[in-house]
Nanobody
Framework: QVQLVESGGGSVQAGGSLRLSCADS????????MAWFRQAPGKEREGVAT??????TKYADSVKGRFTISQDNAKNLYLQMNSLKAEDTAMYYC?????????????????WGQGTQVTVSS
């Protein structure tokens, strides 16, 4: 059974960095897309970054140049977040789909983690 588990969230001052991780030892599909989403209080969930099984990445305009999504051979997913801003404060979720197509729509993804909180103080 696929279970995604995020870690690495925390509190940091503006301008700082955090690295989120998402692990799942049972996820073995060779064709897939994995993504990071976030949801701030009172706001809709939004896509942050995606990576497909060929390593192609996409980023939301709000995080381009500051965040980097990556994946290792064990299918663990990472999000390196630099130059953090107060508006990056949110619960961050990793998500996965067996489709090789990456979309920004949350309902596209079958598997979700429980989330990890990121708080950036200004």
């Amino acid at each position: 059974q696929v279970q995604l588990v995020e870690s690495g969230g925390g509190s940091v001052q503006a301008g700082g960095s955090l690295r989120l991780s998402c692990a799942d030892s049972a996820y073995t599909y060779s064709t897939h897309c994995m993504a990071w989403f976030r949801q701030a209080p009172g706001k809709e969930r939004e896509g942050v970054a995606t990576i497909d099984s060929n390593g192609r990445t996409k980023y939301a305009d709000s995080v381009k140049g500051r965040f980097t999504i990556s994946q290792d051979n064990a299918k663990n997913l990472y999000l390196q977040m630099n130059s953090l801003k107060a508006e990056d404060t949110a619960m961050y979720y990793c998500a996965a789909t067996n489709s090789g197509i990456c979309l920004w729509t949350g309902t596209w993804y079958e598997y979700w983690g429980q989330g990890t909180q990121v708080t950036v103080s200004s």
